[in-house]
T-cell receptor
Framework: GQSLEQPSEVTAVEGAIVQINCTYQTSGFYGLSWYQQHDGGAPTFLSYNGLDGLEETGRFSSFLSRSDSYGYLLLQELQMKDSASYFCAVDSGGYQKVTFGTGTKLQVIP | DAGITQSPRHKVTETGTPVTLRCHQTENHRYMYWYRQDPGHGLRLIHYSYGVKDTDKGEVSDGYSVSRSKTEDFLLTLESATSSQTSVYFC????????????FGAGSRLTVL
């Protein structure tokens, strides 16, 4: 089966940098994605790592190490609107079975 | 916005009654998913589909069945709803193989009394 572990909560100060880690165990692996979800809303796609290394999209970056079964999401120049839940997800099957972690609730404080 | 709609958006039902949630897409995407979301559990995969009439179970499939007779529609059925199935249900679609970029519907909140 698949399992993904993330911290349940993180608090950071506006303007700072925060890193949200994700470790996974899966029987097959194609890539790691990150999603953002605001309270009461639907998850929205942020980034995808299919290969080892860093992917940058504006203030957000995501990193993957296949050998360590580990990835992280890095949020820079935090804004109040970044307060949300963040989920990592793995694509682990030939038919694109996508499994999510339990999510990390990020609170940005002034 | 990607063309994905869920119906109904809210439903209250009683234990033991059948319930069907519908996911409709206008993107012609191959892959469709049903997840449930509960506090402390994140998004848990119920069933997914990789083509018309091609479906497979996720991690929490007991008590649920699905059907996909057309590319655009993916139905989730609770044959006999239980209170433990009270949840928010999200449908998602994806076009790409090997790049799990999912687009989610707005969600369906189901309450089973």
């Amino acid at each position: 089966g698949q399992s993904l572990e993330q911290p349940s909560e993180v608090t950071a100060v506006e303007g700072a940098i925060v890193q949200i880690n994700c470790t996974y165990q899966t029987s097959g692996f194609y890539g790691l994605s990150w999603y953002q979800q605001h309270d009461g809303g639907a998850p929205t796609f942020l980034s995808y790592n299919g290969l080892d290394g860093l992917e940058e999209t504006g203030r957000f970056s995501s990193f993957l190490s296949r050998s360590d079964s580990y990835g992280y999401l890095l949020l820079q120049e935090l804004q109040m609107k970044d307060s949300a839940s963040y989920f990592c997800a793995v694509d682990s099957g030939g038919y694109q079975k996508v499994t999510f972690g339990t999510g990390t609730k990020l609170q940005v404080i002034p | 916005d990607a063309g994905i709609t869920q119906s109904p958006r809210h439903k209250v039902t009683e234990t033991g009654t059948p319930v069907t949630l519908r996911c409709h897409q206008t993107e012609n995407h191959r892959y469709m998913y049903w997840y449930r979301q509960d506090p402390g559990h994140g998004l848990r995969l119920i069933h997914y589909s990789y083509g018309v009439k091609d479906t497979d179970k996720g991690e929490v499939s007991d008590g649920y069945s699905v059907s996909r007779s057309k590319t655009e529609d993916f139905l989730l059925t609770l044959e006999s709803a239980t209170s433990s199935q009270t949840s928010v249900y999200f449908c998602a679609i994806s076009a790409d193989v090997g790049a799990n970029v999912l687009t989610f519907g707005a969600g369906s909140r189901l309450t089973v009394l």
